[in-house]
């Protein structure tokens, strides 16, 4: 988290001496600085290991894994 840049400093949440980075924060800022709206960016409220059902995680199984992906563009 200390590496990243000021812009980003609100992805950042202090608990004690640690620092850690709200991934889905990040993105977000990132997103919106590269041009696209607010209004254009939803986020998936869903954890890979909650919903192993819908997509692999070898957090939740600890042996079979898969691959998920995801693609962003701008048109």
């Known amino acids: 988290a200390n590496r990243l840049p ?4 609100d992805a950042v949440i202090k608990k004690g001496s640690d620092h850690y980075i709200d991934l889905r924060k990040w993105a977000e800022i990132r997103l919106v ?5 607010r209004k254009n960016i939803f986020v ?3 954890c ?3 919903c192993k059902h819908l997509f692999y995680s ?8 898969g691959s998920n992906a995801a693609v962003v563009c701008k048109i």
Do not use: F
């Not at 600085?33 to 709206?37: A, D, K, T, V």
């Open 6 to 9: 000021d812009t980003d400093a």
């Open 58 to 65: 070898y957090r939740a199984d600890k042996a079979h894994r």
């Open 44 to 46: 998936v409220d869903m």
């Open 48 to 50: 890979t290991s909650c």
């Open 33 to 37: 600085s590269s041009g696209l709206s």
